[in-house]
């Protein structure tokens, strides 16, 4: 299947660091684009960053310098390393595979590029 489940969010004061995780399920994926997108309380969604199978790495403006996206094919796991984080980071986060290898520009990256999958979401909060 193509089914996703993401974890590490949570709330952190500026300056802060996370590191979020998405499980998945579907060895198919693991040759697949895999990327982060967020979705801030009354904004569009927004790419984050993709990896191409567990190869080169993209990452939206926003976020470069400060975010690691990386693949663990063995532990079947997506992680997203966010350093240095902001209150313009605060967001729901989630996950997608997209079919094939390739992954768009983050920063032009759209939900229709990402067909194979989404998990859920979860929330990140900068904050104090």
């Known amino acids: 299947q193509g089914q996703l489940a993401e974890s590490g969010g949570g709330s952190v004061q500026p300056g802060g660091s996370l590191r979020l995780s998405c499980e998945y399920f579907?060895?198919?994926?693991?040759?697949?684009?895999m990327g982060w997108f967020r979705q801030a309380l009354g904004r569009k969604l927004e790419g984050v960053a993709g990896?191409?199978?567990?190869?080169?790495?993209k990452y939206a403006r926003a976020v470069k310098g400060r975010f690691t996206i990386s693949k663990d094919i063995a532990k079947r796991t997506l992680y997203l390393q966010m350093n240095n984080l902001t209150s313009d980071d605060t967001a729901m986060y989630y996950c997608?595979?997209?079919?094939?290898?390739?992954?768009?520009?983050?920063?032009?990256?759209?939900?229709?590029?990402?067909?194979?999958?989404w998990g859920q979401g979860t929330q990140v909060t900068v904050s104090g």
């Open positions: 997608a595979v997209r079919r094939g290898v390739r992954c768009p520009d983050p920063d032009a990256a759209e939900k229709s590029d990402f067909i194979a999958a």
């Open positions: 579907d060895d198919i994926n693991n040759g697949r684009c």
């Open positions: 990896v191409e199978g567990d190869g080169p790495r």
